[in-house]
């Protein structure tokens, strides 16, 4: 789908903000148990895990696997270890779906939560822009007559020029 921007106001508001897409925006946190999710030890799991959302940059990849314990008591049954990552996807559509698929069994990610890296974990202006215009998400009819369910919401596919955003 081509979004066709024909109110000058919005659509210098889009390549406003398009343009100042952050380094940050495209890149999305995971934290998981470690111990629960053993496999999940490398860039490259961590990537083929986000596959089916779209194209990872694998060698720009962070990962931290920790171990805490608990303050009360210092045995090694109360330890625990946390897996956290930072991975930067090549579009912002493909970070979006991963981050609307957080959880979810069905998409192998049960015990995973993915939020965004940037803005303190809260989504990127561009995606809140396409939100706000409907271009992003249910139509505004059928979101009066339905209740949010869990399943994803509507993506886009955006071309701008040369760029393409794909949601």
Same mark, same amino acid.
């Given at each position: 789908?081509?979004?066709?921007l024909?109110?000058?106001?919005?659509?210098?508001?889009?390549?406003?903000?398009?343009?100042?897409?952050?380094?940050? =925006?495209?890149?999305v946190?995971? !934290?998981y148990?470690?111990?629960?999710?053993?496999?999940?030890t490398?860039?490259?799991?961590?990537?083929?895990?986000?596959?089916?959302?779209?194209?990872?940059?694998? =060698?720009?990849?962070?990962?931290?696997?920790?171990?805490?314990?608990?303050?009360?008591?210092?045995?090694?049954?109360?330890?625990?270890?946390?897996?956290?990552?930072?991975?930067?996807? !090549?579009?912002?559509? =493909?970070?979006?779906?991963?981050?609307?698929?957080?959880?979810?069994?069905?998409?192998?990610?049960?015990?995973?939560?993915?939020?965004?890296?940037?803005?303190?974990?809260?989504?990127?202006?561009?995606?809140?822009?396409? !939100?706000?215009?409907?271009?992003?998400?249910?139509s505004?009819?059928?979101? !009066?007559?339905?209740?949010?369910?869990?399943s994803?919401?509507?993506?886009?596919?955006?071309s701008?020029?040369?760029? =393409?955003?794909?949601?």
């Open positions: 789908m081509r979004i066709r024909k109110n000058p106001v919005i659509r210098s508001e889009y390549l406003l903000i398009y343009r100042h897409v952050g380094p940050l =925006d495209t890149t946190r995971l !934290k148990s470690a111990i629960a999710l053993p496999h999940l490398t860039p490259e799991s961590l990537a083929t895990l986000l596959k089916p959302f779209g194209r990872t940059d694998t =060698d720009s990849i962070v990962l931290s696997i920790k171990t805490k314990t608990s303050k009360k008591k210092k045995s090694s049954s109360d330890e625990v270890k946390l897996g956290t990552a930072l991975v930067p996807f !090549k579009r912002i559509g =493909d970070a979006f779906a991963a981050v609307c698929a957080s959880g979810v069994r069905e998409r192998g990610l049960e015990g995973i939560q993915i939020s965004w890296a940037g803005n303190g974990g809260g989504e990127p202006e561009l995606i809140g822009w396409l !939100k706000r215009y409907g271009k992003l998400g249910a505004s009819e059928v979101a !009066k007559e339905q209740k949010p369910s869990g994803s919401p509507h993506l886009v596919s955006l701008v020029g040369c760029f =393409d955003l794909s949601f």
